[in-house]
Every structure is written in structure tokens, then in C-alpha cells.
């Protein structure tokens, strides 16, 4: 019977990796209809423009709003089952409206790289080398003096599972000695799937046991532990050192043991080896990492393994929300203020926020954890949408650091150093502890000036002074990467009076190290930690020292603990005061917080000294005087005094373009359409220039929008993007929607 149409549908509407926030019509040829079922979330080829396009079934249909006549078929069909699930096609499509982003280029996003350019969804293989019968019970006295020969053949031995290329490299041996073996029939060549591979069958043995946990902990883990089968937020607030690891831990514990699946979201910059040691050693489960420093091919296995069920707890960075799961029972998002959990460009989705809707959806619990949660989850803690569990003790013996503000006001600086500061240092050193200090810019100094006619070395693409790299011997753009060599002479003047204004980490290295001589001084910034496994040896080597002086920047504040620091020097505790962005002094002051919190992490009581030249700021009181929380509940008072967000909602259009005329111009268009508009309840601000203006060539321009009503702004944002999709034909410019945008500038 022609009837028997595997797929009862006559269209497709398929999302392709495109601009454009439309999803694209195709009819289903009827060869395909009468073979497979087709399903949504599977890809097809389809033909688009002048060639031929992946894409991905979002829908069937039986009607198209098109001229059915004019839609052209399908060109083939790319997969027998969906690759994308439909809970991440449900949150890819969420995602797209919320955030008004092009919806093929969401779910193209959601998928790991290799899917998106046409791979089939399916582990690596891999060549191992295992023993035959007969090389089982073969007398290896036998090879006489083909020592190579007997030399792979004991190695293979001692490898119940076989050798790989990998471990054939590591053992010293070469694969032509394969070669022989194999014409004796004694060895052969098996493909092993990479879910197979020995080191992921292998149970880790030492499984260390859960620490006994103290009343706060207690309490935090056993109230969660009550919404495990339903969706739910919990915020742990607890200070650095107070345990929240150890609280995820045993949740964790508690949601495996019931056969589902957890995903920990940690930072760009936290996702240590340190961290996934700390879960390996205590769970038997299945641990997998999935981060962007990954190949394409280890994150599509990583991938595989979440969705097939066999990793129990994956550790991701941002895009790991993404991952589709078998049994998802819990969502983890660890230093959930962390910025790296926003993308920044082209899909600026918040990985924070698409977990709740993720877990809403699957009916999870979501634990939040931070000793600096953001205004945004602070509020809703407050008002009671999130359980807010705090924990104010550390955990075992260590304690609290104090935090102390040192007046910089009629001071003689020495490279940045107040005498206080540099007598506290010698004094911490004297005792044999660590000094940390804190300064958030890299390099040997942000400016080099001519003293002779005043001039600046400036990149040619931005609008920022170029910072000086003395040991590199190099001038750098730290906004579009470009470098040139340092000069000696003044290229308007031709002084020699060349001079540098202001201090980095590599010339507060060179000076301290003039100051105390004998002690080893490291510095831990983007420069001096190239390489990824830099930092952790790095780290190291910290331990391996008494005392010692380690300078950083923001690198320093997360993933590492230092236990023989106890003192910890901010240089600049100003940095956020006077912030353009209504988010600077929380920034700052989450930063502050976060590396105080690295000093006196073991028994040894620490404090933090924050140079400033504001000491009776509120907001430097409070942070120092009382705490973090404190600190938040007063800037959140002038955030509803002034209506900006979380009080209130925001959108923010930028525009960039080579001709600055025509950036500033269509965002002028653009806010002259939302006045038509007329909605009285969105407060339009600008357009106005971005802090740095012009960035890589490229002028910048930003229109913001705010209001109260989020449903009004979202209705708003959704036309001016329609408008703007239709208007902007010149490849010249390009603009982007920032929903709920971290940097307003
Ligand atoms: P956080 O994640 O809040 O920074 P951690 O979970 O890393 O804190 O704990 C800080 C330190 O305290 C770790 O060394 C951890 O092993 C230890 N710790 C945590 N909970 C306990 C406990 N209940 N008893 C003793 N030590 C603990
Ligand atoms: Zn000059
Ligand atoms: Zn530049």
C-alpha cells in the first residue's frame, strides 16, 4: 500500500547554521517518507543558496506558509536517529527566543564540533595490541637474541588489556616489533571502542571516604536533600574554606546512588586537575571532563558518554549545558557569580540561567554555590525563590582572614607599595609564611610615555594605550593582540626620554625581588602560565617553598588553594569605584573577596591588606568592617533606588562598524523606532560609545534598554531585531543582542 509512509508528514522545517531567525521550510521527498521516520532533532542535507547545507529537523508538518510548490526537497537524510534529544531542542529553542538569537546557529552551538560539520555520533576507535592463544602460552625463551621481539612481547604481558599506541610510546618501545609478533600469529590487532578503553573500565580503588560534616554543612546538605526528585534552586552561600565542595560531594553521592546522572558547572579557569582529582577520588562512578581546551574528538566522546548514561558525573565549563543525558538528576554550578558562565559574543546565552530552565523543564534541583553570589541570585534568594543555605564558619581549623584598608592619601609609593604594606610583607616573611599579591594587570606596565612632547604608545586598531613587556621586549594590545617591539626613542620626537606610567605584575616581580633578595618570588598571570599545565606546577612549586612571595592577577583568585599564605596584599582595592558599569563594585568586590579567600586556608589565621586611597568609602567599609553579604545588601539598595538591574530588566544593542558615522547612526535609528513604539515603561539610554570606542578597527556603539516589565522589553527587543535583521544589508556593520548583558560598556 502506498500508504505506509514511515513519515506521515509532507514538510520540514529545518534550522540551519545561518544568521537568520527563521527556521527554513523542505519537502520530505517521498522515497525518504516511504524508508525512515523522520524525527525532529535529526540532521539532513538540504539544498540553500547555491549549496548544499547541514541542518537540523526542528519540525514536522503537513502545511507550509510558503508556496508549497516552490519549496524544494530534502537532499538526503544525514542520521537514522535524532542526535540532537528533544529536552535540548526544547532548550535550544528557549534559548533562541529568549536571548533573540538565530536559532540555527543555537542549536548548531549546542552541538559538539564534530556533529556540526557532518560526523557520525559514534566513539573513536582505537588499535590496541593484545596476546593471541597460542602468544598465551608461548615460552618467551624462545626469541633468543630477538631481544626487541621479547622486549614487546613481556611488555604486552604485563598489559592485561593490551598495549596502545600511546602507552607503546611511553614504555620506550617501537610498533615494528608489533610487526614480527604478529607473523608468529602471537600477538593481533583489535579496534577497541574508546568507551572500552581500559583506564574508563578500570574501578578506581581508592575511593577515600566522606569527611563528617559539621552542623551548617549538615544542615545545608539534608535541607537539598529533601527536593531531590523536583525542580528546586538551592543557593549555598558559604564563605571560602566553609566546605561546599564537600556539601556537592555527598549530594552528588546521594543522586548517583539512585542511578542518575549529575552535571557540575565549574568556571573557565576552576576546572583544575586538582578538581577532578578531588572527584575522582571519591567517587568509583564514572568522572568526564568536558572544556573548551578539549580536542573536538575527546568532547564528542565525552559527549557520547553523557548521553549513552555512562559517565555519571560530568565536570564542564559553560557549554556543557548542552549536553544531552540520559539521566539527568541534579545540576551543580559551582562559583555561580563566575562571569565565564556568560558567553560574550555572537550566542550570548548565561549557562546559570539556561540550568534553571533546564532543570525546570526535567524537574531537577539546581544547587548554586558561591562565597560571592551575584546581586541577580541574591536577590531571588531573598525573596525567597531560591533556598538560601549559608555556611559563615570554615571548615576545620582554619579561620577567617582579617581585612584591613591601608590609607594610600599622602603616602610615598614604592612601585605601588604603601611602607605599611612592604613592613607587613617582611614581617609575614619573617615567619616563614607566603605573601600573595593581588594585582589585575599584566605586564611591566600599562603605559610608555615620551617625557620630551608627551607622546603615548597607542595601538593603531583600538583606542588604548599599549602595555610595555619588558622581558618579552615588546609593546602589547591587550584588547586586539597585536604587538610591535619596544622602542627606545620617541618616534614623534626622537628623545630617548622614554618613561613608563604605572605598575604591572612583571615590573612589581622585578622590583620586589630587589627588595627580598632571598626569597623566591612567583608570579602567576596569562604571560608567565603560556601552557596549561604551567599553573599547576607552578602551584607546586608554591608548596614545595616556606616562604615566598607569589604576584597575580585574577588567575590567582579561583581553583587554587595556597595553605601557607597568610598574607594577601590587594595593590589597587579602588579599581571598581568609579566604574562606568553599574556592576564594577560588585565585580571588584567579588574579586577582592575571592583572593582574600586564598590566605590562611589552613590553620594559620591570615589577613588581607587593600590599599586604597578611599578608605572610608561605604563600600570599602563595609566589605572590610563587616562582609560580603553586608557589603551586597547596600548596594543592592542603591541598585532599586536607581532601577537597575535585578530590579529592573535589560537589553543592550551594540553595533560595530569600520565607519563610526554609521555604528552610531543605525543604533540612532534603532532607538527612534522603540520611541514610536511608545512604551512608556522602558527607559532608553543612548546610544553611546563603548569605553573603548574603537577595538580592533572596529567602532562601537551601544543602545540600552531597561525596564521593568520583562515581557514588554522582550516584546520591544524582539521587533528592533526584526528591523535591524531587515536593515542591515551592508556587511560593513554588524550588531549583536545582549540579553541580560554582564558588561554594559
Ligand atoms: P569551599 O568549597 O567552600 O571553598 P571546601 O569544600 O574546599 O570549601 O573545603 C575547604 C577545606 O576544608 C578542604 O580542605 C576540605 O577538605 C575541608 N573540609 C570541608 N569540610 C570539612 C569537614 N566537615 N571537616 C573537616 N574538614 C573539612
Ligand atoms: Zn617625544
Ligand atoms: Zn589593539
Redesign the pocket.
Known sequence: MSDTLLTPFSFVQVALPVPMRTLFDYRIPKAIALRHKLLPGMRVKVPFGHSVRLGIIVNLTNTSQWDEQQIKPITSLHDEQAVMAADILALGQWASRYYHHPIGEVLFHALPVLLRKGEKPEYRTESWWVLTEKGQTYDPNIFGRAVRQREFFDAIKEHPYGLNASLIKSLGLNTSNAKALVEKQLIEKVQRRFDQQPELVQEIISKETQ????DE?NQALSAITHYLNQFHVALID?????????VYLQLIEKVIRTGKQVLVLVPEIGLTPQTLTRFNKRFNEKVVALHSNMNDRDRLDAWLMAKSGQADIIIGTRSAIFVPYQSLGLIVIDEEHDASYKQQEGFRYHARDLAIIRAKAAQIPVVL?S?TPCFETLMNAWQKKYQWLK?RQ???A?QLPAMIRVDLRNESLFYGFSQTTLQTIQTTLDRQEQVLIFLNRRGYAPTLMCQQCGWIASCEHCDVNLTVHKRANKLHCHHCDKHKALVYTCPECHSDKLTTIGEGTEQIEMQLSQVFTDTPIIRIDRDSTQRKSTLDKMAQQIHQHDRAILIGTQMLAKGH?FPNVTLVVIMNADSGLFSADYRGMEKTAQLIMQVA?RAG?ASKKGSVLLQTYHPNNTAIETLCEQNYQAFAAQELRERQRLAWPPFTHQVIIRTESRDEQEAYTLLHQVRQLAEQDGHEEIDLIGPYAAIIVKKAGHHRYVLSLKSSQRATLHQLTETLTHWLETNTHSHKIRFAIDVDPLETY
Open positions: 569527611l563528617q560534616l559539621n554543612q558559604g564563605i571560602t574554606g566553609s566546605g561546599k565542595t564537600e554555590g562565597a555556611l570554615r571548615a576545620g582554619a588553594h579567600g586556608r
